[in-house]
């Protein structure tokens, strides 16, 4: 019997995906793990994977389809079997959007003619290549695009180094230290079609009258609405503690000794082993508020916010709570240098019950984060600095950083948020707890 394969909620926030390409065509044998095709979601290029085995016998949404999660996109079955399946989708690229809209320039500054442009721009914010036709599309992971888009870099006629021919960063970096750069000028933006405007990592920036425009990118409505949606919704409540971290930094260098099982090990993999035992002793930060509800997992998965040049993912440490810190450290690192390269898989994405937002060696001592969505509380980890402590009535100097607990005010209140980061603040002080 024919199996429908159906658009799949790639992370927490998606509600719809545009199928950017397709690996497989109909006829071809598919296993179990194959990757059928490319979509384009709020946060990034994922591929969707099979989970059954058989021939791909209809492709029901053609390449550039925006399709809602839960609708039929191919129907995997035995070779010769009869589907009953509709059409496929005309897609939204078919005909492309082509305005003619100029850059205003100030008055004081000289004018430019633009000039004149054969085709569209593409899903990756490149003009189309001389050398492809209109159907293909270059394949380059979303850094590398952005560095070619800041550097004038023309991408079009390069043999990627990544998986597949992909473009990463360091083919970018090579055309840019030889001096390659897109015969467009910087002042004229190319006209874009519609699933460009929308999917683009770096919308379209104009000038009109001294003042720059930058539409948001697909990944960046998605964050203002969510975090608009948050603010409004989520009555928030902070509350502060104050962590000695000289302790966590001596042995965090004892154990970085270790390169089998610590390699790479920061502050952040300490405090996600921290935070998961903290949230096993106190589920309710780990639960959210739904339908006049509290809802409490049984699992703790802990998201670790990441940044990317245009926006925020964030990849989940699945079991945060029972993970040895060696296994945080080897699942964190590869999560994270998925997310940064632009291929994070579907499943990095998903499940979060808690997030963690490390603003890292930026020199900030307090801030607040906002909870995600879906979630009932966040951490903003401010960084670590130099400060006089009193220790045995001696006024020494220390490490200390600061740690802000952003909770949903409907479902956890201020005694509660004051114990979890009491709690906290043992095991950080003492690291020797983190092995328990």
């Known amino acids: 019997m024919p199996t429908e394969i159906k658009m799949p909620q790639l992370s927490d926030t998606m509600d719809q995906g545009t199928i950017l390409r397709w690996f497989k065509k109909e006829g071809d044998k598919i296993s179990r793990g194959d990757a059928l095709a490319e979509v384009a979601t709020d946060k990034a290029d994922l591929e969707v ?5 058989g021939t791909l016998l209809k492709i029901n949404s053609a390449e550039g389809t925006s399709v809602k999660v839960g609708e039929v996109i191919a129907v995997i079955g035995q070779a010769g079997e009869v589907v009953s399946a509709p059409s496929v989708s005309a897609p939204v690229t078919a005909t492309p959007v082509t305005t003619t809209a100029p850059v205003a320039v100030p008055a004081a500054a000289p004018t430019m003619a633009a000039p004149q442009v054969a085709s569209p721009t593409y899903l990756n914010g490149s003009s189309a290549p001389t050398n492809k036709t209109s159907s293909e599309r270059i394949k380059i992971s979303p850094l590398a695009k952005n560095i070619a888009k800041d550097h004038g870099v023309d991408v079009s006629s390069v043999s990627g180094s990544g998986e597949g021919g992909r473009i990463v960063r360091k083919d970018v970096e090579k055309l840019i230290s030889n001096g390659s750069s897109s015969t467009t000028p910087s002042s004229y933006i190319a006209p874009v079609n519609t699933v460009a405007q929308k999917s683009a990592e770096v919308a379209s920036i ?33 509350a502060t503690a ?8 001596k042995i965090r260098e004892v154990l970085k000794a270790d390169t089998n099982k610590y390699e790479g090990i920061t502050v952040t993999h ?12 106190f589920p309710r930060i780990n639960s959210k508020y739904d339908n006049r509800q509290i809802v409490e997992p049984q699992d703790v998965n802990i998201g670790i916010i990441t940044a990317l040049p245009d926006g925020l993912l964030i990849p989940v440490v699945k079991g945060a709570d029972i993970l040895s810190l060696s296994d945080i450290v080897s699942e964190t690192r590869t999560m994270i240098q998925r997310a940064r390269a632009g291929k994070p ?79 906290l603040k043992s095991l950080l002080e003492e690291p020797v707890l983190l092995f328990a």
């Not at 425009?213 to 989520?234: G, H, N, P």
């Not at 300490?270 to 002793?281: D, E, H, N």
């Not at 995600?372 to 509380?377: D, E, F, I, R």
């Open 242 to 249: 104050k962590i000695e971290v000289d302790s966590l930094l």
């Open 49 to 53: 994977e099979s989970f059954f085995e």
């Open 345 to 423: 898989k579907a499943d990095d994405l998903q499940g979060g019950t808690f997030s963690i937002s490390n603003i890292g060696k930026a020199e900030v001592e307090h801030f607040t984060a906002i909870i995600n969505p879906g979630q009932g509380a966040i951490l903003a980890v401010s960084s670590i600095q130099d400060e006089a402590i009193v220790k045995n009535a001696q006024v020494v100097a220390g490490k200390v950083m600061r740690v802000t607990l952003s909770v949903d005010h409907r479902i956890i209140d201020g005694v509660m948020a004051g114990e979890f980061l009491t709690y």
């Open 206 to 238: 104009t000038l009109t009258g001294g003042f720059k425009t930058e539409q948001l990118s697909k990944m960046r409505e998605t964050i203002a609405s969510r975090m608009v949606e948050s603010v409004t919704t989520s009555p928030h409540f902070y």
């Open 270 to 281: 300490m405090i996600t082993k921290a935070v998961g035992l903290s949230l096993r002793k």
